[in-house]
């Protein structure tokens, strides 16, 4: 069913602070293993690139459950082997996350959320956005709910506390149908781990089999190899799995489905050695180079480097497609988190300073084709076009291997205003010369769809989700609706109306 409620202001959001900006948190879960504990850990290290401000994990023997859980990164959370000893049982979720500034101050927020009932308990951790949640958070505390944190998390576990089903699954079942927006969910409770998956597919999560038959959830297929288990099946849109001692089973929930994958999946988020619907992050990232070398070639480049991590394999296959050297031109220094998800813009500066330095032999009197995967706030490209200035640069060729964003991410990404996107308010050539580039080419919309290449041939923009790009959305965006239409620039609504070259 369709429904739509009254938006909410965008200061009564700040106020009320449901967590919106978990898109680079990673879900971990475990069933029916002896080391259920270590399993979660091992599971949430390889993912840890996707959180790096809390991690916690929760785990059950079938009766009790136990649960440890803090901020920083996961080896700072269990800095003793007692921390993760006293987990004890034989399933297991975990998460590892980012989080707002103000999402720091309250660490009700740090998931896995457990909860403890006359009949049974549920640890719950997901990642996502969900678009209606003021809304629906408001209608059930007018119905007398009482909320104890500021996560959506919660609004899961309020609706199967109250819904009228005869098991677990059914009101599991009957709660998803009731969200709206993008999300994954990750629930245990005494007898099963259960996984969820939004209408759209934004963001994957798939299940894996050990070979002594135990069962896993995860946010990316990286995980399979570090802990020595195989890949099983990824959920698809609208569909949700249950798994118990006798095995596991995928049931769809909701019919009024769109595929519709979060590029940036493929762009920044996922590592490259992860598959998403069967396509390969780092193929798709060199494919994603290749075509921004015939879109936006530089004849007179003398190099290619990429900013690391995420953009080398763009950047290799631009340096490929061009016949150009493909130099390792920029340094990361090791133990800096990911600037793009930093929660202040004072500390994403900041960690530009600290985390790349040039290789000033390779880059002095040379013209370098700079490939970056995607320009969010602008901050570290400007850094690092003064950075190759310094150290000799004859000419800075700017090559994005993704389109400009332009529209804010309700789903999931920490990019839900206008106000933060740099490339809302100019064009093309208005960053180029903001930027200090001597030339600046964004990969196309087209190039980006047929470089991911993704089997959905069928759906809209076969299975991607442009809305950052084009400001269409493939679900409704709820509560955001009344900002949104506030907050468009000029260019923005040219876009809209098909007036605007750039996308």
């Known amino acids: 069913m369709k429904g739509k409620v009254g938006s909410i202001s965008s200061a009564s959001r700040q106020n009320r602070g449901i967590d919106s900006v978990v898109e680079s948190g990673g879900l971990f879960g475990v069933w029916n293993h002896p080391n259920a504990n270590q ?11 996707r959180g790096q401000t809390s991690a916690g994990i929760v785990t059950s023997d079938g009766e009790n459950f136990k649960s440890h859980r803090g901020y920083g990164l996961l080896n700072h959370v269990f800095s003793s082997v007692e921390k993760l000893d006293n987990l004890v049982g034989q399933s297991a979720i975990g998460q590892v996350r980012s989080a707002t500034q103000a999402d720091q101050a309250d660490d ?9 009932f006359n009949n049974q308990s549920i640890s719950i951790s997901h990642n996502g956005n969900l678009t209606e949640a003021l809304s629906l958070r ?9 909320f104890s944190s500021n996560s959506a998390a919660e609004l899961l576990i309020h609706l199967l506390r109250r819904a009228k089903a005869d098991s677990f699954q059914e009101a599991f079942e009957l709660s998803l149908k009731q969200l709206k927006g993008g999300f994954n969910f990750c629930l245990l409770t005494n007898e099963g781990l259960y996984g969820a998956v939004d209408r759209n597919g934004f963001r994957p999560l798939i299940v894996g089999q050990f070979a002594n038959g135990a069962y896993l959830l995860a946010s990316e297929t990286c995980v399979l190899s570090s802990i020595g ?12 799995v249950v798994i118990k001692d006798e095995g596991y089973q995928i049931f769809q929930y909701a019919e009024d489905i ?21 396509v390969n992050v780092h193929a798709a990232r060199k494919r994603m180079g290749d075509r921004l070398a015939k879109e936006h070639p530089a004849p007179t480049a003398d190099i290619v480097i990429g900013v690391p991590n995420s953009s080398l394999s763009a950047a290799s296959g631009y340096a490929e497609a061009h016949g150009l050297p493909y130099e390792i031109g920029l340094i990361k220094h090791q133990y800096i988190g990911r600037t793009f998800i930093q929660p202040t813009q004072a500390l994403r500066e900041q960690g530009v300073k600290y985390k790349l330095s040039a290789v000033e032999s390779l880059i002095k009197d040379r013209e370098i084709v700079l490939v970056d995967d995607s320009i969010v706030r602008g901050t570290t490209v400007k850094h690092l076009i003064k950075m190759l200035r310094d150290s000799g640069a004859k000419a800075i060729h700017l090559r994005i291997a993704s389109p400009p964003i332009r529209f804010p991410n309700y789903y999931g990404v920490n990019t839900t205003h206008t106000s933060e996107l740099f490339a809302a308010n100019y064009t093309t050539a208005e960053l180029n010369e903001l930027f200090g580039s001597d030339s600046l080419g964004f990969l196309s919309v087209d190039g980006l769809v047929e470089s991911i290449a993704l089997p959905f041939v069928d759906t809209p923009n076969r299975g991607i989700s442009l809305d950052a790009y084009t400001g269409i959305y493939p679900a409704d965006i709820g509560d955001y609706r009344e900002e949104f239409e506030s907050s468009l620039t000029a260019l923005q609504k040219n876009i809209l109306k098909g007036e605007c070259c750039d996308v």
């Not at 399993?39 to 690139?49: E, R, T």
């Not at 009700?108 to 403890?116: A, D, G």
């Not at 408001?138 to 009482?146: P, R, S, W």
């Open 39 to 49: 399993m979660a850990y091992f599971g949430l290290h390889a993912l840890q690139h």
């Open 108 to 116: 009700s927020n740090i998931q896995p959320l457990l909860f403890h």
């Open 138 to 146: 408001d209608k059930l505390e007018n119905d007398g709910a009482v």
């Open 229 to 240: 288990a195989n890949y099983v099946t990824e959920l698809s849109a609208g569909e949700y």
């Open 258 to 278: 769109q595929i519709s994958v979060e590029p940036m999946e493929f762009i920044y988020f996922s590592r490259p050695d992860s598959d998403i619907a069967g």
